[in-house]
C-alpha cells in the first residue's frame, strides 16, 4: 500500500497515513496481508463442547436455577454449581444458553455518574476488620410497616447480624451489631471488638448520640460512608438486594415477629449456601473457616 499511487493526487501516500485517515490499525493491514499469502484462512479448531448437547446442558442449567434457594443468579453462579456436580463447560457456553432461552437473570440499568468521592474497594483482606450495617423497611399484612436492620461482614460478605422492628431507633438499629459482636467475639462489653470498624450512612440513627457512643464502648471505629455515595456502603447494600429479591419482596409476613423468625432462618441459608465469585465461589461461611484455621496453624 505505501508503494501504490493515488489515482486522484498521482501520489505516494504512506500506510501510516493512510491508516490514520481510514481510522484503522495497521496490524489489521498486515494481518489481512499474512492471511492473503498463507491462502485460504481456516479458523481453529474450537475446544472440546463436552458431553452435553446444548439442549441437554440448557435442562441441566434450568435444574440448577430451579434449586438454587437465589432467584436472580447470573452465569457464572451457574457455572460454579455446575462444576459443583461434576458437569464441565464453559462460562461463554453457559452464558449463550441462559441468553438464548431467557434464562438471564434480569438486572437494573445504571445511571451515569460523575467523579467518585469514594475511589478504591470497600473489602477487606480477612473477616471482622470492616462491618456494614443499613436499614430497609418492608410492609406486613397484620401489624404495618417493619423496619429490617443487617450487619454484613467486609471480606467474607456474611450476614453476621439482622433484626427487625417496628420502630427504626437506635437502639433498634444497634441490634444486629451486637448480635454479631456476641456471635464472633463471645460477648458484648467495653473494646471487646477492638480493631473493628463499622460502615454506616448518614442516617438519623446511626449518627445519633446513643448509637455512636455504644459502638465506642464496644471498641468499634465509626466508619461513615461519603454523603449520597451508597456505594461506599456497598456490601451492606449488596446484602439487602438479595434479601429483597429473596425474601422480603416475594413472601407475606402477618407480624413483625414472624417476618424476624423468617429472617433468622434466610440469615442461615445465605451464609451457608450463597456463593462468592470473588472467592472462588465460596460460601461466606467457608470463608470464614479458611481464614478461622489458617489462624490456628499459624499459633
Excluded at 489489521?28 to 475446544?47: C, L, M, Q, S, W
Excluded at 462460562?91 to 445511571?111: C, Y
Excluded at 462468592?276 to 467457608?286: A, L, N, S, V, W
Aim: with cysteine.
Amino acid at each position: 500500500m505505501s508503494r501504490a499511487v493515488s489515482s486522484s493526487g498521482e501520489k505516494h501516500y504512506g500506510l501510516a497515513r493512510v491508516c490514520r485517515v481510514w481510522e484503522i490499525p495497521r496490524s489489521t493491514v498486515y494481518a489481512h496481508k499474512a492471511r492473503a499469502n498463507a491462502g485460504e484462512y481456516h479458523p481453529k479448531k474450537r475446544g472440546p463442547k463436552g458431553p452435553y448437547s446444548d439442549s441437554e446442558l440448557t435442562e441441566k442449567i434450568r435444574h440448577i436455577l430451579c434449586d438454587s434457594p437465589f432467584s436472580g443468579e447470573g452465569h457464572r453462579k451457574v457455572w460454579a454449581r455446575l462444576r459443583f456436580k461434576r458437569i464441565l463447560t464453559s462460562k461463554r457456553r453457559v452464558l449463550r444458553l441462559m441468553g438464548e432461552n431467557d434464562l438471564l437473570a434480569p438486572h437494573r440499568v445504571g445511571r451515569p455518574h460523575g467523579p467518585k468521592a469514594h475511589d478504591g474497594t470497600i473489602t477487606t483482606d480477612a473477616p471482622d476488620l470492616m462491618w456494614g450495617t443499613d436499614m430497609s423497611t418492608t410492609v406486613t399484612t397484620g401489624e404495618g410497616t417493619a423496619h429490617v436492620f443487617v450487619a454484613v461482614d467486609h471480606c467474607a460478605s456474611e450476614c453476621v447480624g439482622i433484626h427487625a422492628a417496628k420502630s427504626g431507633d437506635r437502639f433498634e438499629a444497634l441490634e444486629p451489631v451486637h448480635q454479631g459482636i456476641r456471635e464472633h467475639f463471645g460477648r458484648v462489653e467495653k473494646d471487646i471488638a477492638d480493631g473493628l470498624g463499622l460502615r454506616h450512612d448518614h442516617g438519623s440513627n446511626y449518627m445519633s448520640h446513643d448509637f455512636q457512643k455504644q459502638i465506642e464502648f464496644l471498641g468499634i471505629e465509626s466508619s461513615p460512608a461519603f454523603v449520597k455515595e451508597p456505594e461506599g456502603n456497598g456490601c451492606a447494600e449488596r446484602f439487602i438486594r438479595t434479601l429483597k429479591e429473596n425474601l422480603l419482596w416475594v413472601k407475606h409476613f402477618e407480624t413483625i415477629e414472624e417476618l424476624r423468625q423468617a429472617l433468622i432462618e434466610f440469615k442461615e441459608i445465605y451464609n451457608t449456601t450463597w456463593l462468592m465469585e470473588r472467592h472462588g465461589y465460596k460460601t461466606p461461611f467457608q470463608v470464614r473457616e479458611e481464614f478461622s484455621s489458617g489462624l490456628k496453624e499459624a499459633a
